[in-house]
């Protein structure tokens, strides 16, 4: 109280300085400031106080704003990141028995909606989310904006992983009603805070429900997933750390036991039964995992756009095969690389590429860019330009997994490419499928009447070859050719089975 403050104070023999609220007689609310300091006798008594009070009500309201503005998020109103982290930390020194969760709402797609719809439009639908998420707050659940769309509830005294469960599923049926014209989907990630991580701190915490939350967006099933972050996704985000960091040091030149190489598979002209080029396919090989697949690698590259780099260095190694071809008298064969929609989104790429090869003397027309059909959607107009450019110089271009990605028939026209490669999946079907039922012909049939040549990947049975042939098929590869090769076995590999060989 006022008093005791007052009485701690005289003790020391200290200046006074105060500040508190009153309510003046008329009613109103007021913070002032009293400073004062006690006037003491000889014998150190205290025998009166002097001192002054002053109405501090303007300075107090810049105050709280700017409290205000510190701790809350200034779209929604809600709490800030930075509260959170100082509520966490306060949290975890006190240490009390009692259940602590964490639930992240991840809108990371509602970004997506901003170049159709502007800014503006996606705020108020940000907005709009944080009022009707704030209708499930109570004494146990506090609802934050921690980053750009993102919502977190911090969750005290719950009963047990079901109720969390149960109150994700809740709040994924709210938005999914609130986006379902907009059909935005999500992540929710769900962290327990155990009470013997002592170590924790709030921003492991945070960067935990971020990561279980971004796994939740990746996966497939409902509009809103769940996600926990368990042992096993702590296990998984080490690996892709490790990956990443194997995938750094090779992208630098660092001096590791890393080992980020190519294989050549071959692909067979149908109508010749010749060798007609290779397809150059990335493998990585680590210290501490051995070969990892592409289907791992190449997405932690995309990511962390570490794929830049090191598509240029596989590149080089892609050419310096070309040229081994050549000197071993094999001018007519064609080498195929596989490009991201990062890599030719890089404005610089183009050029770039086709600078190497000029350096390299690579003739462009043994050269072959491989990208799929999804590659479109990030920006059709520019990436069909671009491959043109390419066609232009004489390289050709193949459209990787046809028929399970982004194009339209309407837009297929309009692709600037030469080749269609099948997707596996369609050569698979024919193993299980009446051959008269197939739609593999009719792929192949429209692709002819598109312009395009077509290769068949995945081919490892004799039925599926008799039935590509029959549909004129142009060219194919696969196991039932051969799997992909080392540099020196593709070279055997070619003379052993044919290859026109120029003198």
């Known amino acids: 109280t006022l008093w005791d403050e007052w009485n701690r104070i005289l003790t020391k023999k200290q200046p006074f300085k105060f500040e508190y609220e009153i309510i003046t007689a008329a009613g109103e609310k007021k913070w002032v400031l009293e400073m004062g300091q006690g006037i003491y006798n000889d014998d150190g008594e205290v025998e009166a106080l002097e001192g002054i009070i002053l109405d ?12 205000y503005n510190y701790e809350h998020d200034k779209l929604t109103g809600l709490y800030n990141r930075d509260y959170l982290v100082s509520l966490l930390e306060k949290d975890l020194r006190q240490g009390e028995k009692v259940k602590r969760a964490l639930i992240g709402i991840n809108l990371s797609t509602v970004g997506l909606l ?24 109570t004494d146990k659940r506090m609802l934050f904006n921690p980053y750009h769309n993102r919502f977190l509830f911090y969750v005290v005294d719950y009963k047990d992983k079901n109720e969390l469960v149960e109150f994700s599923r809740t709040i994924a049926d709210l938005l999914e009603s609130i986006f379902f014209v907009e059909r935005i989907s999500g992540g929710i990630g769900i962290l327990e805070i155990r009470q013997d991580e002592g170590d924790a701190d709030a921003d492991m915490l945070l960067r935990r429900l971020l990561i279980a939350s971004e796994r939740a967006v990746s996966m497939f099933g409902r509009v809103f997933e769940i996600r926990f972050y368990d042992d096993e996704l702590e296990a998984l985000v080490n690996r892709e750390r490790d990956i990443s960091i194997a995938l750094s040091n090779i992208a630098a030149n660092e001096q590791t036991n890393d080992k980020l190489y190519l294989q050549y598979q ?11 080029g290779f397809e150059a396919l990335a493998r990585l090989r680590t210290e501490k995992f051995g070969n990892v697949s592409p289907l791992e690698f190449i997405p932690i590259a995309e990511k962390t756009k570490l794929i830049i780099p090191l598509g240029e260095k596989v590149t080089e190694q892609a050419f310096r095969f070309s040229n081994r071809l050549r000197e071993c008298g094999y001018e007519d064969i064609s080498v195929s690389i596989n490009i991201s929609a990062i890599q030719i989104l890089n404005p610089d790429f183009i050029g770039r590429l ?7 003397r690579i003739d462009p027309k043994n050269i072959g860019v491989e990208i799929t059909e999804s590659v479109f959607a990030s920006d059709y107009e520019y990436i069909n330009n671009s491959i043109d450019k390419l066609r232009k110089a004489g390289v050709y271009i193949a459209i990787d997994d046809f028929g399970t990605g982004y194009s339209s028939l309407a837009r297929e026209r309009e692709l600037r490419v030469d080749c269609m490669k099948i997707d596996k999946h369609f050569i698979d079907r024919l193993l299980c499928t ?16 598109l312009g395009h040549f077509t290769i068949a990947e995945g081919v490892e049975q004799e039925i599926q070859l008799r039935y590509l042939k029959e549909h004129d098929c142009d060219k194919v590869q696969g196991y039932l050719i051969s799997r992909p090769l080392d540099e020196d076995d593709a070279i055997e590999f070619l003379r052993k089975y044919g290859a026109r060989q120029d003198a």
Not at 434 to 449: E, F, L, N, Q
């Open 266 to 276: 071959p692909i067979m002209d149908l109508k010749t039964g010749s060798i007609i």
């Open 434 to 449: 009446d051959p008269k039922k197939a739609i593999t012909g009719d792929i192949i049939s429209m692709s002819h009447k």
């Open 56 to 67: 501090i009500s303007d300075r107090k309201a810049v105050e709280n704003a700017l409290k």
């Open 354 to 360: 086709l600078e190497l090869m000029e350096r390299m």
């Open 114 to 137: 901003t170049a159709n719809y502007g800014f503006q439009y996606t705020q108020n639908l940000l907005k709009k989310a944080a009022e009707a998420l704030s209708e499930y707050c």
